[in-house]
């Protein structure tokens, strides 16, 4: 079965999102591997809130299209509505990052950002990752680790 990475990140109530996100995420799927998530600053808007941003490995057997369907009905879910403005605040943003070993860059940004880069690189050193922007993030250590023990409950 193939496996997948997913970007997932929130600057709207990010600790109750992203715990939402990923519990649906593993209903849907098999997650595998959970990432350090990080805290940042908000590209281009240094007047929105910080967010939160990580990575979830996944094992599916859904094809890249459905699994971006299944990603956009999560986010619908908790309340993500997408306008022309690719830098507002959101509930919750879930990217395929990878998929069977191919980088799939969002069609948002032409280059992975470290926000992505560094948590992949966490859960995939064997990959290729091309040149990524850099910026100021901060390590989550307590609540990675919580995320981390919900999910082995669930």
């Given amino acids: 079965m193939p496996r997948a990475f997913i970007g997932v ?6 600790e109750n999102n992203i715990m ?21 600053p908000a ?7 910080d967010f939160i941003n990580g990575v979830v490995e996944i094992v599916t057997d859904l094809p890249p299209d459905e699994l ?19 830098y507002a605040s959101r509930t919750i943003d879930l990217d395929i990052l ?12 032409s280059e992975i950002r470290a926000f992505e880069a560094i948590p992949l690189r966490e859960l995939a050193p064997e990959l290729v990752i091309p040149h990524f922007t850099e910026c100021n993030m901060q390590p ?14 669930s």
């Fill in 98 to 109: 990878v998929y069977d070993d191919q980088i799939i860059n969002p069609a948002s940004h």
């Fill in 9 to 14: 990140g929130s600057n709207i109530d990010p």
């Fill in 43 to 49: 590209e281009e808007r240094p007047d929105q809130p």
């Fill in 140 to 153: 989550l250590m307590e609540y990675t680790r919580l995320l981390r023990a919900d999910l082995a409950q």
């Fill in 20 to 40: 939402q996100a990923v519990g649906m995420l593993a209903a849907k799927t098999c997650v595998t591997a959970i990432s350090t998530f990080y805290l940042n």
């Fill in 68 to 86: 971006k369907q299944s990603l956009l009905w999560i986010e619908e879910q908790l309340g993500r509505s997408r306008t022309a403005d690719k």
